[in-house]
């Protein structure tokens, strides 16, 4: 169960778009559409953001936006505000009644 | 809104025992334990299925945790034995909404595991 693959650090002004990426293998994210993102603020739990890829639970601003290209998902902030400045997490189903996630991505609102 | 709240964490020796409870709302789904070590990323720790019979660990707990529920309490526990100080996190109790995808999470629960 290798985590998943983040890059350490986003950023991106006010109004702007960012995208983070998450690579997996096609054990895990390329294998199924089963990959989910998790915002989290310091010292708060996680929530969940997107999940089976592209779905937005209730109450999620739709400037969160997922989507996946063979191993690698991604998801995308439109419209950058000063609260989407957070960790992000993305999880993967990875066989085997097995999940895992990615190390995690500091997203930066400059 | 779902609730969910853990108890049971605390500071342990390493090879001792803790139990942790969580008590949520809307119980029929797929439970799970999810763990983040001090600075550190999301491990995702064991699952069990609606009737408590499917469990599934990560490959790290497997053979010292059991994961179990007991839907007339809408309790799920997990029960840690020979605790090892790489086990030091802290544990999230967390409802999933289908395929590893947790959609409600407890505040958590800290364990410490001294050396």
């Known amino acids: 169960q290798s985590a998943l693959t983040q890059p350490p650090s986003a950023s991106g002004s006010p109004g702007q778009s960012v995208t983070i990426s998450c690579t997996g293998t096609?054990?895990?994210?390329?294998?199924?559409?089963?990959v989910s993102w998790y915002q989290q603020y310091p010292g708060k739990a996680p929530k969940l953001m997107i999940y089976?890829?592209?779905e937005r639970p209730s109450g999620v601003p739709d400037r969160f936006s997922g989507s996946k290209s063979g191993n690698t998902a991604s998801l995308t902030v439109s419209g950058l505000q000063a609260e989407d400045e957070a960790d992000y997490y993305c999880?993967?189903?990875?066989?085997?009644?097995?999940?895992?996630f990615g190390g995690g991505t500091k997203l930066t609102v400059l | 809104e779902v609730q969910v709240v853990e108890s049971g964490g605390g500071l342990v020796q390493r090879g001792g025992s803790l139990r942790l409870s969580c008590v949520a709302s809307g119980f029929t789904y797929w439970m799970g334990w999810v763990r983040q070590a001090p600075g550190k990323g999301l491990e995702w720790v064991a699952s069990v299925g609606q009737d408590g019979r499917e469990k599934y660990y990560a490959d790290s707990v497997k053979g010292r945790f059991a994961i179990s529920r007991d839907n007339a309490k809408n309790s799920l526990y997990l029960q840690m034995n020979s605790l090892r100080a790489e086990d030091t996190a802290v544990y999230y109790c967390?409802?999933?909404?289908?395929?590893?995808?947790?959609?409600?999470w407890g505040q958590g629960t800290l364990v410490a595991v001294s050396s």
């Open positions: 089976e890829v592209t």
């Open positions: 999880g993967s189903f990875a066989g085997n009644s097995n999940a895992v």
């Open positions: 967390v409802r999933d909404r289908g395929f590893y995808s947790f959609e409600s």
């Open positions: 096609s054990s895990d994210v390329g294998g199924y559409n089963y």
